[in-house]
Structure formats: C-alpha cells, structure tokens
C-alpha cells in the first residue's frame, strides 16, 4: 500500500489526460491537459464505502497560481489525482 | 453567492435572520436533491423498492410510526420560528441519516452510486434545486411548506424500507435514538490536543487517522486522513471541486457552504479574493495559501493556528475555540475574547448536526 506502487516521486513533472477513456471520472476540469508537479504520493488506497474496486495510486499533483492568473505570485493549488490520469512530461513539453 | 448573502465565518448571534434563512434553504435543497432523492432512484430502478410500495406505505403511515417529533416553535417572535425551521431541517437531515446507505445494509449502495446518480458527472440526471425569491416572510413560508413536503416522503421512505423487509422498526429506532446522542465535537477535541500536546500532533500530521486511536472520537474509514498545518507562512484552504467530499466519517456532516457551487469555483480560481468576499478573512501577504482540492480517496482538513492569549487555557476550553470553518481554512479559530461574547449571547461554535457513525 506503500508509495513504492507508484510510478512517480515527489518533484517530477506530470502531464494530466484531457481525457479518462477508462472511466475514473475523478479530476476536475481546471485540472485536465495540465502541466502539473507531483506534491505527494498517497499510493493505492483502498475506499470501499466510497467507491467499488480499488483507483490507481493517488498523487496530489500542483501548480502555481501565476501560471494561470493574476493572483498573488506566492498561491498554489493542490490537487489529487489518480495515477491512470498522469503521463511523463515529454522533453518538447518541458519548460 | 450573491450580492450581500455573505457566511460570516463565526455568526454568535442572530442578528442577519435572511442569512439563517438562506442557510436552511441551501441546505434543504441540497439535501433533498443531492443525498435523499438520488437515493430513491436509485433502488427503484434496481427494483428494491417501487413506486407503488411508496403509495402504500404512505396509506399505512399513522402519526404514531412517524419518527419526526416536532415541537411547536418557542414563540412567535422572528427568532424562535428561525430557530424552529433550523431545528426541522436538522431533523431532516438526520431522517436521511437514519436511512444512509451505510444503515440499511441491504441497498448495497456507494458513494460513487449517488454522485453517478445525481449528476455529478452527467448533467442529464441532475435534479433540479429550487429557487428562492419573495420577502423574509414568504420564504420562511415557503421553507416551512417544504420541509413538511420533504419530511413526509422521507417518512414514506422509511415505512416503505420496513414494508419491504429492508430493515426493521427497531432497528432504526435504536439508530435514531444514537443520532439524538449529544457527542463532544471531534474537531475541537482533535485540535485542541494537537495544540496541547506536541506528540499527538506530531502523529496526527504525520499518520493521519492512526493517531486517532483511543482519543473518544471517531476513527473513520473513508479513505486515508491528510491533516493540514496552518503556519504564519502557509494558510491552507480545503475543497472538493468535483463534489463535496469532506471527512464526514470523523467531523460530521458538512457545512452548507462548503457544498455551494459559488465558493467550489471561486476557490480554485482567486482563493485570497474569495476568502476575504465569502467569509471576511484577510490572509496577509506574508502567507502562501494553498488550496486542496480532492478526490473521494483522501480527506483533509485543517489544523489552525492556536489563537494567542490562551496560553494556559485547558483542552476543554481550547476546544470551544475550534469552529467548523476554521477546520477548512475559511476562518482562523476564535480568540478567547470572541468566544467569551459568543457564549453570552448563548452561541457555541458550529458543529455538525449528524455525528459520524
């Protein structure tokens, strides 16, 4: 249950899915195509009064405000998001 | 939100009846069309009950099977009918817990199963929220016709599960009589001890639910527990954008505004103007805030700041501090002098009307 099921560590740089094809409906839509970081790994978490089956690992994924608004320079927002949502950052993708 | 209708972050007295009003017409609302009547749909389309044992059951309720006992209100004054529609709606509120799917194991029914069936993905089964317009007066009438609507389904609703074999009248009475039980407020205990005593917090922002063990409040199940530290350079906001995910299993039920659709956009988007129009808090420059936005899987919320000038002050008295809003970075919690004038005024600060169970 551990992070070491989870494919990406705290610091590497993540590209959201515009899409869920397989049907995990759970991020947001502000949060969809996104250049995000990984904040924290939760791993596999099991919720069974929640939800059926068991997600992929659980990352919170973030982003400064900056990068999409005029807001406070020093803001961020913290999202989690399942692992089958996350691709690598291409290298044409980076900065 | 509009206009004027702000949430004050800590309301001790009565002063704004529009804003108690609007409270209960939000949260009526809500739990009409996001907890109680997805629900229905739900079992009927899987035909665990029908339409037709909800006709009968409604010819077979007599007033003594009913399990809403309400008092009249405490007078005529504006005060007490405000109150009394407060008191229903929390009646209510229980009513649905009561019959939650986790009470009557039969439904074998999710979270996921409700957010599907009431829209949250697919605008197509949404279920429309009514609007409010008129005088004070008029929708207090209006409220008041409601909740006596709502009530009687959700009655015929329950009579329908005994009818069926669902569950039994004793059962729910027992259940019932457990959800009538005054409980000390779990979020004024926790934090409270995490400002007492720097081990437990320690373990509580690091272990989450683990800590909880042995401490007289509920543990929870829902997921794993991410407690957040308010610090002078970081002020935490939580929400849940998709939905409104919150650890009900260890708070209670949560805060009508928290579930609005006004504050779930306007969070992710501008957090500092949105905090200072919605509640009146001013996060001062020195601080980084940072939103959390979840999914079902982790459940946050907030450790604040210990308030100065209680230096001393037991964890009793520490925990009367502790408002629901400040759990969610929507307030600070209450300095002593605030709390003091509250308690005059015969306020205490928000807690939840349906404990975890």
């Given amino acids: ?95 | 939100m509009s206009g004027k209708h702000t949430h004050k972050p800590f309301e001790g007295h009565m002063h704004d009846f529009e804003a108690h009003i609007r409270a209960v017409e939000e949260d009526l609302e809500y739990y009409r069309a996001k907890r109680f009547e997805p629900r229905i749909f739900y079992l009927i389309r899987r035909g665990v009950i029908s339409f037709y044992d909800l006709l009968k059951a409604r010819v077979a309720l007599k007033r003594s099977n009913q399990f809403f006992k309400l008092k009249k209100p405490q007078g005529k004054n504006i005060e007490a009918r405000v109150r009394y529609l407060e008191e229903w709606l929390d009646e209510y509120v229980k009513g649905i817990a009561l019959v939650s799917a986790r009470a009557v194991e039969a439904m074998d029914m999710v979270t996921e199963d409700n957010r599907k069936e009431r829209g949250d993905y697919d605008d197509f089964f949404k279920i429309k929220k009514k609007e409010h317009h008129g005088t004070l007066e008029e929708r207090m009438a209006n409220v008041e016709q409601d909740l006596k609507d709502y009530q009687e389904l959700l009655e015929v609703f329950v009579q329908t599960l005994i009818n069926r074999g669902w569950s039994t009248r004793a059962e729910l009475e027992q259940r019932w009589k457990q959800l009538h039980e005054e409980r000390p407020w779990a979020g004024g205990v926790i934090v409270a001890k995490a400002w007492s005593d720097p081990e437990f917090k320690h373990a509580l922002l690091t272990t989450g639910r683990e800590a909880l063990r042995e401490m007289g409040v509920h543990q929870g199940k829902v997921g794993k527990l991410v407690v957040v530290e308010n610090t002078d350079k970081v002020h935490n906001v939580v929400v849940c954008t998709l939905c409104s995910c919150y650890p009900y299993d260890i708070l209670g039920d949560t805060p009508w505004w928290y579930k609005h659709e006004s504050y779930r956009t306007k969070i992710v988007q501008n957090p500092r103007a949105c905090v200072q129009d919605m509640f009146g808090l001013e996060v001062p420059a020195s601080k980084e805030v940072q939103v959390y936005d979840r999914t079902s899987d982790v459940r946050y919320f907030v450790l604040p700041q210990r308030p100065t000038g209680t230096e001393g002050m037991s964890e009793e008295e520490l925990a009367k501090l502790v408002t629901v809003d400040s759990l969610l970075g929507a307030g600070y919690a209450l300095e002593p002098s605030q709390q003091k004038e509250a308690e005059k005024l015969g306020a205490t600060p928000e807690a939840p009307r349906v404990r975890p169970d």
Wanted: net charge negative; with cysteine; charged share 25%.
């Fill in chain 1, 1 to 95: 249950m551990e992070s070491t099921a989870s494919k990406y560590k705290i610091g590497d740089a993540v590209m959201v899915a515009a899409e869920n094809p397989t049907g995990n409906p759970r991020t947001p839509r502000y949060n969809r195509g996104a250049r995000r970081v990984i904040g924290a790994v939760h791993g596999l978490l099991e919720n069974v009064r929640d939800h059926r089956g068991i997600h992929k690992p659980l990352y919170t994924v973030r982003f400064d405000l900056s990068e999409v608004s005029s807001c406070h320079d020093q803001d961020s927002i913290w999202v989690d998001v399942h692992e089958e949502w996350l691709s690598e950052v291409q290298s044409q993708e980076r900065n």
